[in-house]
C-alpha cells in the first residue's frame, strides 16, 4: 500500500513483519536471552503464552502496549522497550492511514464526510470486525483483530478533554447498508444515536433524494491540530492524500460547509435514523 501527499509517493511505515516491528522483536529476544528467560517463563510472568511470546520476537505479531510495558517491567531495562511503544503502536494501522490516526489524536476538531461506511469512529466492534473480514484480498485473523483493537482505542477521542469539535455527514446510503447483518446495523445505527448526543458532537444525514450534493467527488475529512493548522484527508481503495496546501483545503472546507448546509439538520437526522431503527 501506498501513501500520497499532495500528489507526491511517500515511503510507506513499514508492514508488520519488517522495520520497528522486527526490530522490536529482536530487542526483546536479546533481552530476554541475556535475563536468563526462556520463552515459556518469560510469557508466564508476563500472562502470555510462549507461542504469543515467539510471534512477537518473529515480527509477526504487534505487541499491544501493556505487553511492551510489562515486558519492560518483567526484564528490569528501565524503558528501552517502553521508548518504542508509540512507534510499534503505529504499525496497527495500515500504511496508508498512519498519519490521518497520528493528526486525528490530537485534533481539535474533526469533519468527516463518509460515503461509503459508517465512519471509524462511530462504528460498533461487530461492524467494524464485519468491515475487515469483508475486504479483499483477505486478512489475516490477527491483522484483523490487530486493526480492529487500534480502531476502537481511535474511539477514546469522545473522551478527550478538552472535548474536540466532532461533525459527521453521512450519505443515506451507507446508514441502509446492513453491514454485519441487520442486528449489527441496528446497533451500530444505536451508538450514532447515543454518540450523537454529546454536546460537541453533530452527526447529519445526506439523504438520497437530495438534488444538490456539493460533494460528489468522494468522502473527505477535514482535521484541525493544536498547532491550529487545518488539513485535509481523503482516501480510496487503500491509498491516501493528506492535504496541506492551504488553498486546497478552503476548497474543501467550503464544500463542507455547503454539505452540511444541504444535509438534514442534526435534529432532523436524530428523527431519521430512528425512523429507519424503526424500520429494521
Not at 493528526?103 to 481539535?108: S, V
Amino acid at each position: 500500500m501506498t501513501e500520497v501527499r499532495d500528489g507526491q509517493q511517500q515511503r510507506p511505515e513499514d508492514e508488520p513483519g519488517t522495520g520497528v516491528v522486527t526490530a522490536f522483536g529482536r530487542q526483546l529476544k536479546l533481552l530476554r536471552t541475556q535475563a536468563g528467560l526462556e520463552r515459556a517463563e518469560f510469557g508466564k510472568r508476563l500472562g502470555y503464552s510462549a507461542d504469543t511470546v515467539a510471534s512477537i520476537e518473529q515480527g509477526r505479531r504487534i505487541p499491544k502496549p501493556q505487553f511492551i510495558e510489562k515486558a519492560d517491567e518483567v526484564l528490569g531495562v528501565g524503558g528501552v522497550l517502553t521508548a518504542l511503544k508509540e512507534e510499534v503502536e503505529k504499525a496497527q494501522y495500515p500504511a496508508f492511514f498512519r498519519d490521518m490516526a497520528r493528526l486525528e489524536a490530537r485534533a481539535t476538531a474533526l469533519s468527516v464526510y463518509a460515503v461509503y461506511a459508517v465512519p471509524g469512529l462511530l462504528q460498533t466492534e461487530d461492524y467494524a470486525r464485519a468491515v475487515f473480514h469483508m475486504q479483499r484480498p483477505l486478512l489475516e485473523d490477527d491483522v484483523i483483530e490487530q486493526r480492529l483493537e487500534a480502531r476502537m482505542v481511535r474511539q477514546k477521542i469522545f473522551c478527550r478533554r478538552p472535548a474536540p469539535l466532532l461533525s459527521f455527514v453521512i450519505e443515506e446510503a451507507v446508514l441502509r447498508r446492513p453491514i454485519g447483518g441487520p442486528k449489527v446495523m441496528r446497533e451500530t445505527l444505536e451508538q450514532i444515536l447515543v454518540t450523537g448526543q454529546s454536546r460537541n458532537v453533530e452527526v447529519q444525514v445526506m439523504p438520497i433524494e437530495r438534488e444538490d450534493n456539493a460533494a460528489l467527488s468522494g468522502p473527505f475529512s477535514l482535521i484541525d491540530v493544536d498547532n491550529g493548522q487545518r488539513l485535509a484527508y481523503a482516501e480510496v481503495q487503500d491509498l491516501s492524500r493528506l492535504y496541506t496546501d492551504a488553498t486546497y483545503v478552503r476548497t474543501l472546507e467550503a464544500r463542507y460547509g455547503i454539505l452540511r448546509s444541504q444535509a438534514l439538520t442534526p435534529s432532523e437526522s436524530v428523527a431519521f435514523i430512528e425512523q429507519l431503527m424503526g424500520d429494521t
